[in-house]
């Protein structure tokens, strides 16, 4: 990693789990990069982790322009000249939650929650994987969700099998994929790729009922975020428990 100190960038960063993923890295000494498309919010949430003691630093990146990767690129560069952690945190539901809609949920839906939820990280972790490289141990996390879980849709009365909220189902899935294909591709690096299922959690995504509170939900990304060298990479795990694809 970087000669004096790690460098994570987490997208969405500005609230939720992204913020306290933030703060957690940061405690534990991490340089963290606070993306949020919109500036003002990203200084803000950096000045208030800065009061943390915390290294924090605003970066605005639209997960939705690619402009911004490339933007983003170029400050880790010439700032640090290495990235050493990538959260891959933003991301979008705009399904109704009830009854399933498959046969009737909208190409605008699909389009808008695949975009955020699987193009964006696709585009993003593409641009800032050189970056990685220059690690001594680069990790990605890709939030996912146990929702992106085709066994586990699949199999009558698991936890998930009567929550058919597709687009984000399978944006969820879709992620998953790319979390398998991309470890595949880096197996011989020093760089290890995971998804995480955070849990439900109490934030504005989570909703009404959410059972965990926001400090636990982070837990499972800042754990495969700071991985040792002899650690997994092309799984899925809730709190170093594997999930079924």
Partial sequence: MSETKKVALITGANRGLGLETARKLGQQGITVLVAARDLAKS?????????EGIDAKAIKLDVNNPADYT???NTIEKDFGVLD???NNAGIFLDNRGPNETSTT???ILRKTFDTNFFAVVGLTQTLLPLLHKSKAG???NLSSI??????HATKGSYVYDAKTFAYNASKAA???FTIHLAHELANTKIKVNSAHPGWVKTEMGGEGAMLEIEDGVKTSVQLATLPDDGPTGGYFHM???LPW
């Fill in 71 to 73: 933007a983003a690129a």
């Fill in 85 to 87: 952690i990538l959260v």
């Fill in 139 to 141: 990790r990605i996390v």
């Fill in 147 to 152: 929702l992106g879980s085709l066994t586990l």
């Fill in 106 to 108: 909208s190409e605008e």
């Fill in 240 to 242: 170093g428990e594997t």
């Fill in 43 to 51: 200084e803000a949430t950096a000045a208030t982790l800065k009061k």
């Fill in 175 to 177: 992620l998953n994929s």
